[in-house]
């Protein structure tokens, strides 16, 4: 479910304050999530299904620039340069290397490709200082049957993104920290067998 945790940051922007509509809303998130050199954010992420008494909460890290990006998540870091994907686990000092074909790709092209194939509608909070999205597939989709977005007020930039699946699974990311335009160099986009001497490198291209 990275790639839902990820989704999460191609909203992390500023929506114009004079939008009318979820789709003008909705529209501001695309056009500046492309203005966007880098993206940054610290982020809780909950995994909720009540029927199945799932409630597990962790913390992690992500930054994306263009096609690249890492994750750093529960002893896992998952980092891509946008051709190959490593994934390390510290715990067993080994890293997985992949190709980044197009089932795993950035995930922040999520928001792109469901965008045209969504519907989008404003909800009522009692809370007034956020705004919530609710997305919705026209088709039946096997990723997630709704998204809901909160936006904060003031700043006009997302505080909570949750994607339900199936079966009723809510993962839920909450930022805690957000950056953008840090000018992360293309190297921290992949991984250095160097700087883990020892690690076991299992080649899966």
């Not at 891509?80 to 997985?96: A, F, N, P, Q």
């Not at 949750?162 to 950056?179: A, H, P, Q, R």
Request: aromatic content about 8%; glycine content about 4%; some cysteine.
């Amino acid at each position: 479910m990275k790639k839902h945790i990820i989704t999460l940051l191609a909203l992390a922007l500023c929506i114009t304050c004079n939008a009318q509509s979820a789709k003008d809303i909705l529209d501001g998130v695309m056009k500046t999530m492309k203005s966007y050199s880098d993206i940054s954010a610290e982020f809780d992420y909950t995994m909720q299904n009540e029927d199945a008494g799932i409630n597990e909460t962790m913390s992690g890290k992500a930054w994306s620039k263009g096609n690249a990006y890492k994750i750093k998540l529960d002893g896992q870091e998952m980092i891509c340069d946008g051709t190959t994907i490593w994934t390390y686990i510290s715990e067993s000092d080994e890293v997985m290397i992949s190709d980044a074909d197009g089932n795993s790709s950035n995930p922040l092209t999520l928001l792109e490709e469901y965008y045209d194939n969504v519907d989008v509608r404003l909800l009522k909070n009692s809370d007034f200082t956020k705004i919530s999205l609710e997305m919705t597939p026209r088709e039946d989709d096997d990723k997630f049957t709704k998204m809901r977005l909160d936006i904060d007020t003031k700043t006009m930039q997302p505080q909570c993104l949750t994607i339900t699946d199936g079966n009723d699974t809510d993962f839920i990311c909450k930022i805690k920290n957000l950056e953008v335009n840090k000018q992360l160099d293309d190297n921290f986009f992949t991984f250095d067998a160097k700087q883990h001497p020892g690690v076991e490198i299992i080649d899966m291209r």
